[in-house]
């Protein structure tokens, strides 16, 4: 079966950096992704890591480990704009490719 | 820039209706997938498609049927609409570099 586990709810100050983790349980394991929610929009791909490591991107870098079925995202200089739900999804390529969703993580910016 | 499009924004339907929403890709991708999000529950994958009249059940199909006559367009049906469909649906398709496209959402109330 498919897990993923991420936190509900997470608030942090404006300028600062803020993590956001991930585990995954997933059979046909091939690469874990990062979505921005805004609220009453559709989520927006913000990343896609399928080997080990740091994929920087501006702001927001992703890391992924396999082995530990863990990944993380990470937000610097935090702007208000970044208030958001953030969404894990581990892609599973058994039989066909399939994205499995995080409940998603409600990001709160505070000035 | 990938377009992903849905029929409506806004939809109000009486319990026993029959329901199409339907999605449009103008980018040739073989997969596509409809997925529901509520409340605290995330995004849950109803069925995906990876090839024309090809069509898998996701998490939870029961109560939906889906229709790809053609690469460009993936259909969700309710067979007979009823309350616990109340929801905000959203169609997506996966490029081969596996990035994962929007549409904007249809969100559906069934009175």
């Known amino acids: 079966g498919q897990n993923i586990d991420q936190p509900t709810e997470m608030t942090a100050t404006e300028g600062a950096i803020v993590q956001i983790n991930c585990t995954y349980q997933?059979?046909?394991?091939?690469?874990l992704f990062w979505y921005q929610q805004h609220a009453g929009e559709a989520p927006t791909f913000l990343s896609y890591?399928?080997?080990?490591g740091l994929e920087e991107k501006g702001r927001f870098s992703s890391f992924l480990s396999r082995s530990k079925g863990y990944s993380y995202l990470l937000l610097k200089e935090l702007q208000m704009k970044d208030s958001a739900s953030y969404l894990c999804?581990?892609?599973?390529?058994?039989?066909?490719?399939?994205?499995?969703f995080g409940t998603g993580t409600r990001l709160t910016v505070i000035p | 820039d990938v377009k992903v499009t849905q029929s409506s924004r806004y939809l109000v339907k009486r319990t026993g209706e029959k329901v199409f929403l339907e999605c449009v890709q103008d980018?040739?991708?073989?997969?596509m997938f409809w997925y529901r999000q509520d409340p605290g529950l995330g995004l849950r994958l109803i069925y995906f498609s990876y090839d024309v009249k090809m069509k898998e059940k996701g998490d939870i199909p029961e109560g939906y049927s889906v229709s790809r006559e053609k690469k460009e367009r993936f259909s969700l049906i309710l067979e007979s609409a009823s309350t616990n469909q109340t929801s905000m649906y959203l169609c997506?398709?996966?490029?081969?570099?596996?990035?994962?496209?929007f549409g904007p959402g249809t969100r559906l109330t069934v009175t």
């Open positions: 997506a398709t996966l490029t081969s570099s596996y990035e994962q496209y």
């Open positions: 999804a581990a892609l599973d390529q058994t039989g066909a490719n399939n994205l499995f």
């Open positions: 890591n399928v080997l080990d």
């Open positions: 980018m040739d991708h073989e997969n």
């Open positions: 997933t059979s046909g394991f091939n690469g």
